[in-house]
């Protein structure tokens, strides 16, 4: 799918709304590391099933203790870029580990990003590593193919093997489990998601899109790629009827035979599109109303309805816990 004038349009205009809205979130990130309430769908799994997971793999002997929160810096061709870390107390580092990347949007930020998901409480809670990347330019932004988004875009940033580059950083650093290494990410970042799917299956398990669709306009995994969509039908920056196009073409792609309403609360539902090649199932979770948000996050001012009848960074995970890279 190509980015059309009225993709622009709508990007123009969450430049505009976020820039009125950066002070109200900046306070809103104060309280990252709370847990949001509230309902997930059932993945089949939970964090408990991805540590015994993770506990089988072969153990790490060469690995340091890391601090808590630390900053990353990786060089991508002659450009040096920077990434949030952070690993939570319970992690050994004789024990492999599960990571995941959690990507802000168009104007967002790394810190931003964290306290909008409540990605650090859940870090804390389930044992994983979560990575904030930091995107580039002003406004800041990712290069996600077809168009999406500037100035990354146009400036050809090669945010994708920015993206890889961080992954064989926390292999090297970490007692990383290769088999669940995830992304998710929120609106342009939800956008990336999807190039990291079409380009990096090798390293990626599965990925989760929030109000964000894929704009490549080839796309062609190594391996059918699990993932979990969850967007808003008044979100209006990027606009839920071209999820459609979206959820076709990985159903298709993954070979999917099957759909199933997997989740059913208030204003939150979820269709499973299942009997898909190697388990890869694609989840269409749809906010009935919902706007430009991360449903059961911190609110994003100015940009529409805030559900929290579907946590996303709870459903999410326990999406990634049942889809490790087979």
């Keep these: 799918m190509r980015v059309t004038s009225s993709h622009v ?40 099933a991805m540590a015994d997971a993770a506990a089988s793999v072969t153990s790490c002997s ?33 024990k492999p580990v599960p990571v995941v990347i959690n990507i802000h949007g168009r104007t967002g930020w790394a810190q931003q990003q964290a306290g909008l998901s409540h ?7 389930e044992g994983l590593v979560v990575i904030h990347p930091e995107g580039t330019g002003s406004p800041t932004a990712w290069n996600a193919g077809g ?31 290769p088999d669940r290494v995830f992304v998710m990410g929120l609106s342009n970042g939800g956008y990336l998601a999807h190039r990291l799917a079409c380009e990096h299956a090798d390293q990626i398990a599965a990925i989760a899109p929030v109000a964000g ?24 920056l990027v606009q839920y009827s071209w999820e459609a196009q979206t959820v076709d073409f990985w159903t298709q792609t993954n070979g999917c035979t099957t759909e199933t309403l997997s989740y059913d609360n208030g204003a939150a539902s979820c269709v499973t599109h299942g009997g898909c090649t190697d388990g890869a199932d694609v989840v269409m979770c749809t906010i009935e109303g919902g706007g430009h948000q991360w ?32």
């Excluded at 601090?67 to 920077?82: E, F, H, I, K, N």
Aim: proline share 8%; charged share 20%.
């Design 9 to 48: 349009h709508s990007w123009s205009l969450y430049l505009n709304a976020m820039r009125i809205a950066i002070v109200m979130m900046l306070a809103a990130c104060s309280n990252s590391d709370e847990p949001g309430g509230g309902a997930t769908p059932d993945a089949g799994g939970g964090g408990s």
């Design 62 to 94: 060469d690995r340091d203790v890391q601090p808590l929160d630390s900053d990353w810096m990786v060089t991508v061709g002659a450009v040096q870029r920077t990434a949030r870390v952070h690993v939570p107390a319970s992690y050994d580092p004789t």
């Design 119 to 125: 990605a650090i409480a859940k870090s804390n809670a």
């Design 147 to 177: 168009g999406c988004c500037d100035p990354a875009y146009s400036n050809n940033v090669d945010d994708s093997g920015f993206i890889s580059k961080l992954i064989d950083e926390a292999a090297a650093r970490l007692c990383l489990d």
């Design 213 to 236: 669709v894929i704009s490549m306009p080839t796309c062609s995994p190594a391996r059918p790629m699990p993932m979990f969509i969850v967007h808003g039908t008044n979100d209006s």
């Design 295 to 326: 449903p059961g996050g911190d609110a994003l001012p100015f940009l529409g309805t805030k559900s929290d009848d579907l946590v996303a960074t709870d459903a999410i995970w326990d999406f990634f816990v049942a889809h490790p890279r087979e």
